[in-house]
């Protein structure tokens, strides 16, 4: 089922059109990435399907029901995670979430079970500081939890991973894999390897239009490479191979060898090992990454 539709969606800013007419649908239960470079539009179409900022034409549901811009009741299903979240840095993680349980209308009771299953979700219940001495992935992390707190259908979260270390990165991506489970996770990411590793779906969005959307699987199919990489022990064999097929020169004994089809690929590559009794080290086919897939569509 489709939890967020967008269609024919237009966004300029003065005469700078960063949506033109988009549409796109996202649907329940899953992990869904909004990517594209710095300055593509992640942000200015997040806050539309959030009702921070009116679309110059076109239309958003959530939940079947249409988003208004100012104060959208369709909001009760979204919890949101902006880039730069803001806290009250004199309060503990347990105080803060229980303080955005009242706000979101949460009862005493229900603000205390659920402050602590989400700090636990986040890896923060046994934490007793003040957010003010919290590190950046703390702070990220607790960002969840306050997003989490109302229990929504939908988890919005601007650019989550950008601005952490290699830790926090790997712990928040964990953490939007758990939430996946009961929530479906919207996130925008220019980090292409973060949206590869959890994604299920992506839309990738550039000069004001979805040029590629759909799933990961699929598109990581469709957009595979028939590249071997070939390594040899000595740089003789190694002269040898390149007089006989044309690759890419790595280093002085590896090679990247392309072709159309990798059976036909590999049976070349073989023969010419075999015809002049070459010894390898090793053939390995070379994997497709999602920035390789990103260059390809943007650049044509
Ligand atoms: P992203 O999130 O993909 O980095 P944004 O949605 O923040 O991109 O911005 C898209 C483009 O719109 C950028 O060129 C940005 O400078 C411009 N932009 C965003 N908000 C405004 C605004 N309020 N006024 C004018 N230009 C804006």
Known sequence: MSLITIQSLSKKFGSHTVLDGVSLEIKEGQIFGLIG??????????????????????????AGEVVRFGDTPTNRHIGYLPDVPAFYLYMTAFEYLCLCGEMAGLSKSERIVYAEKYLALVGLEKNK??????????????????ALIHQPKILICDEPTSALDPIGRKEMLAILQKIKNHTTVIFSTHILNDAQQICDEIALLHEGDFKLTGQVSEIMHAYEKSVLEVKFHSEQHAIIFKKHFPATTQNHLTFLCS?????????????????????IQSITKQQ????DVFLEVTSS
């Open 259 to 279: 072709a159309d089809d990798l059976d036909v690929l590999q049976q070349d590559i073989l023969q010419i090992i075999l015809d002049n009794h070459l010894s």
């Open 37 to 62: 470079k710095n300055g593509a539009g992640k942000t200015t179409l997040m806050k539309i399907i959030l009702g921070l900022l009116p679309a110059d034409s076109g239309q958003v549901t959530v």
């Open 288 to 291: 497709s990454t999602l920035d």
């Open 129 to 146: 500081k003040r957010i003010g001495g919290f590190s950046r992935g703390m702070k990220q992390r607790l960002g969840i939890a306050q």
